[in-house]
């Protein structure tokens, strides 16, 4: 076991840790380490004399200092550079840094600027953090495994590289994606940073600059496909069910297809889900509800349109299903009110190469009968805007400026007030700029994006842009899970999830056109979520906790703070 500390208590219940490192080891070790703020006692006894500055410092001081230090770059990716380094060195101090500032903070170390770090992942390499798993090093696992820092895994976040954001097939680059992930559960769910595992699933790539890129740290080969891809993934969620069969499995930007081929394979063969298919489904269909208490209207009179046929906008429309469902509509009515248009135009049943994962969304060639249409078999997310006429507009397509102000007053002459979310990351991605989206609509919209945006200023109101951020879901499922002891993590749950985090919409929503809370609350966010989690998994069979217990103090007993604890050295067996 590589922990090297225990968390005990004293006579007086007070924690501490029993640590069986000392000097250089313990400095550099980042669960560990208090940088100079360790006690003359700890000093002495650790073996830390003169290998830090004399100064004790308090945590207090230690957050000044990091925090000038990040006002001190220039640039987003240097103070996500700057973030990952104290991360690597001292972590209850990055997340006591983070806790001060999570407005601030998340957008830097998770969308919009890792999408750079990502794109520059090889350039930018410091500091190794979790496992890179490939098909030449998969039976090796257990050995990878006993070389890790921790061994007592709640969370692991995996991801294959493929479908990155907005911005497609990043190679090894795509780390940053579950290592941000992980660290947003930490911040928003109080996951102990040692129970996190980002996993790398290194398969190739198909990114020629990549390929070309003589710095690039991954394998230089064509990606693997078809049955060699599905006997590795086999292989892997075998070797994760073997060694962490408690730990929940998260499935993070794969592209399209296998993003659902793992979800539907393996969701019962593990503790599993894919937060870019469910996780953006149920955070999008919360801020529609939100919506629907603003303007006053049901949820099953609307008609849907999403825009982006990824994981992303596949998800939302199965999302969408679901919550209709339990509000009495059957699904084949419910679907009747959702219309998805990718690249080649309104999905329809018959269409040549058709991916399994759209068919189920598909539309009757003969529910459009009847439109005024150029061209039957392309048809455009503006003719359906207005044929259909859409009163709900869910941008994932990554494709900036699709949603022209013909599209916006098309969606007012549908509806007083139309919902248009364009929710693609990162920034540069968004399928309309807010400020736009306002003008065109004088005022009538509500807005939601996906990455953050400035307050927009009209005819002397201020409307606040509600982010679409799954951080509003992942963290607070799993920690409903986990709390739960969950055997498996249901569709119900990211309704459960969503429901909840409607309820949540800011006191001043119906002015500010704001669906969501701030991402300063969201550690409270995440607690109500995991209570609402914890509570359906019960109501489902697929928790049995002890009779008479409180989900709430259960969640709150699973937390970690980022605080620094004494040090003591273990008590000699003689």
């Known amino acids: 076991m590589m922990s090297h500390y225990k968390v005990k208590y004293d006579s007086d219940n007070n924690p501490y840790l029993e640590v069986d490192q000392s000097g250089s080891d313990l400095l550099h070790n980042p669960l560990l380490s208090k940088g100079t703020a360790f006690s003359e006692r700890e000093r002495h006894e650790f073996g830390l004399m003169g290998l830090i500055p004399p100064h004790i410092s308090t945590m207090e001081e230690q957050l000044g200092r990091v925090y000038e230090n990040f006002n001190s770059k220039s640039n987003n990716i240097e103070r996500y550079i700057h973030l990952r380094a104290l991360q690597d060195r001292n972590e209850t101090l990055f997340y006591a840094l983070l806790n001060d ?30 496992l890179y798993i490939s098909p030449s090093n998969i039976e090796s696992f257990e050995e990878m495994v006993d070389n890790l820092p921790s061994q007592n895994i ?31 559960y930490t911040l928003g769910a109080g ?83 894919n937060d870019d298919i469910q996780g953006t489904g149920a955070v999008v269909i919360a801020g529609v509800m939100g919506g ?81 249409v150029r061209d039957k078999q392309k048809i455009t997310l503006e003719e359906v805007v207005e044929n259909a006429k859409i009163t709900v ?40 700029i807010p400020a736009d989206i306002y003008k065109w609509s004088r005022g009538r919209a509500i807005v939601t994006t996906g990455s953050p945006f400035d307050d927009v200023e009209l005819d002397g109101k201020t409307y606040r842009i509600g982010q679409g951020n799954n951080v509003f879901i992942f963290p607070g499922v799993g920690l409903g899970a986990l709390a739960a002891k969950a055997s498996s993590i249901t569709n119900e749950m990211f309704t459960a ?40 998994a019960v109501k489902q069979g697929v928790a049995t906790p002890p009779p008479d217990v409180n989900p709430l103090s259960v969640i709150r ?18």
Not at 158 to 163: A, L, P, S
Not at 246 to 256: H, M, Y
Not at 415 to 425: D, E, G, M, R, V
């Open 101 to 130: 500032h999570v407005q601030e903070m998340i957008p830097i170390i998770y969308t919009p600027t890792v999408g750079e770090a990502v794109q520059k992942g090889s350039h930018i390499y410091r500091h190794s953090r979790g």
């Open 154 to 184: 709640d969370v692991i976040v995996v991801t294959d590289n493929q479908g990155i954001l907005g911005i497609g097939d990043q190679g090894i680059g795509g780390m940053g994606i579950p290592i941000g992930k992980l660290s947003l």
């Open 191 to 273: 996951i102990n940073p040692s129970a996190c595992l980002p996993i790398c699933l290194d398969v190739g790539t198909d990114n020629e600059a990549l390929l070309d890129d003589p710095l690039y740290l991954g394998h230089k080969h064509r990606r693997y496909t078809g049955e060699a891809y599905d006997r590795f993934i086999d292989r892997f969620v075998e070797k994760i069910t073997k060694n962490y069969p408690g730990a929940i499995l998260q499935w993070e930007d794969f592209s399209k297809q296998n993003a659902f081929s793992n979800l539907d394979r393996y969701r019962d063969k593990c503790l599993s889900f």
């Open 292 to 372: 629907m208490k603003i303007i006053d209207e049901p949820l099953e009179e609307q008609r849907f349109l999403v825009f982006g046929a990824g994981a992303g906008g596949i998800g939302v429309a199965r999302q969408i299903v679901n919550s209709l469902a339990a509000r009495g509509v059957s699904e084949p009515e419910a679907r009747s009110l959702i219309y998805t248009v990718d690249s080649k135009g309104l999905i329809m049943a018959g269409r040549a190469g058709l991916e399994n994962y759209k068919t189920g969304l598909a539309r009757n060639p003969e529910s459009v009968d009847g439109w005024n």
């Open 393 to 432: 507009l869910l941008g994932t397509s990554g494709q900036p400026g699709a949603f022209t102000k013909s599209i916006v007053e098309k969606m007012c002459d549908n509806t007083h007030s139309p919902l248009i979310f364009p929710l693609s990351n990162p920034t540069s991605k968004a399928e309309a």
């Open 497 to 536: 999830a969503a429901n909840r985090l409607a309820d949540m919409m800011p006191p001043d929503a119906r002015e500010s056109h704001c669906v969501y809370p701030q991402i300063s609350d969201l550690c409270k966010v995440s607690e109500h979520i995991a209570v609402a989690v914890y509570n359906m």
């Open 557 to 574: 007993k699973r937390k970690w703070k980022p605080v620094y604890l004494p040090f003591r050295k273990p008590k000699s067996d003689g």
